[in-house]
């Protein structure tokens, strides 16, 4: 029977101390170790749940700064449009100004030569005004040198005046 088991008592004591470090670590070692298992699984879940939320809150302001991208796009075009309608509300305006004024000026022109005109006019009746009673004073002179003359040239210009005033 020895063969069969060779050192019966090794085995015996083999097993009494392993039975022995199996109860020490069952009542102080795996309580410990399962609790720190436990512990780190609970980090690493709630770590895994902090990374999901920080990737939902990043594709949230992902969103978010799109969304803010596309606003600022569109306030940009509507402020260059209203700037261009303004712009050219204001070349509008001053063409009009532009228009009004060289029209002021031209009626200005217009007025002023017309006084000149009506100046010039009035200055060529004088100078004819003139011309003529000196042609008449030299014509009446040389005409009405004898006294019958006169007379007659006065009864034919009171005939004259007084003929056209009864029409």
Do not use: C
Request: proline residues 2%; neutral net charge; charged residues 30%.
């Amino acid at each position: 029977m020895s063969l069969l088991l060779p050192d019966s008592g090794l085995l015996f004591w083999m097993f009494l101390s392993f039975g022995i470090v199996f109860v020490i670590l069952a009542k102080y070692g795996f309580p410990v170790i399962i609790k720190m298992v436990e512990g780190r699984k609970t980090y690493i879940d709630q770590s895994l749940e902090v990374a999901r939320e920080a990737n939902a809150q990043l594709s949230k302001l992902k969103a978010e700064g799109d969304a803010l991208v596309a606003a600022a796009n569109k306030e940009q075009g509507r402020i260059l449009k209203e700037a261009m309608e303004e712009r050219d509300k204001i070349v509008h305006e001053a063409r009009k100004q532009a228009e009004i004024a060289a029209q002021k000026e031209l009626d200005a022109v217009k007025q002023q030569i017309q006084i000149e005109k009506d100046e010039a006019i009035r200055d060529i009746r004088r100078q004819v005004a003139v011309l003529s009673v000196d042609i008449a004073e030299k014509v009446l002179r040389k005409n009405l040198a004898d006294k019958d003359a006169q007379m007659g040239m006065i009864d034919r210009m009171l005939d004259e005046v007084l003929t056209p005033n009864k029409n």
